[in-house]
């Protein structure tokens, strides 16, 4: 990471460049990015944030972020960390930027008595996973992420059946 790299905590004027670099994540894995700057505002700094973000800039401008929540862990009564999202600009790419991003996030971890940090990847998205191989992650085995949405949510709010 060059020496006029700064990694900082997101400020609310920092709400346009993150739903940029947002859309740029969203762009690199084929998906979209519906969140308006008026939607992140709210979850980052709004009454009740739900999530939080660091930022990468170079000479004010901001180049990656990382955006990630708190969960906890019942067995050991600690939190642990959550990242959501990392994204680092093409053109800055393999020049330590993600790895101070999530030093960052590792030093807050401990900071904060965190257990882990643990965070989901695309299986196709081979540069990440080398990457955070090579940072000492590792797989979860026996377990397997899934998720409720749409009418099967909005069924099982009305204590319907689904299907």
Not at 14 to 42: K, N, Q, V
Not at 53 to 78: E, H, K, N, P, Q
């Amino acid at each position: 990471m060059s020496g006029n790299t700064t990694i900082r905590p997101a400020i609310q004027s920092d709400t346009p460049a993150i739903r940029r670099l947002i859309g740029g994540l969203a762009a690199y894995e084929r998906l979209e990015a519906t969140a308006s700057e008026s939607d992140l505002h709210e979850a980052l700094f709004g009454h009740l944030p739900r999530v939080h973000a660091i930022l990468a800039d170079i000479g004010g401008a901001a180049i990656g972020v990382a955006l990630f929540y708190y969960t906890f862990s019942t067995f050991t009564a600690r939190t642990n960390i959550f990242l959501e999202d990392l994204f680092v600009e093409p053109a800055h790419r393999g020049t330590g930027i993600g790895l101070g991003l999530m030093r960052h996030l590792a030093q807050r971890a401990v900071t904060q008595n965190c257990d882990r940090i643990e965070w989901r990847v695309l299986n196709w998205n081979q540069p990440s996973i080398d990457f955070y191989q090579r940072l000492g992650a590792e797989p979860i085995d026996g377990w397997h992420t899934r998720q409720l949405g749409g009418g099967a949510l909005v069924s099982l709010a009305k204590g319907l059946s689904h299907g």
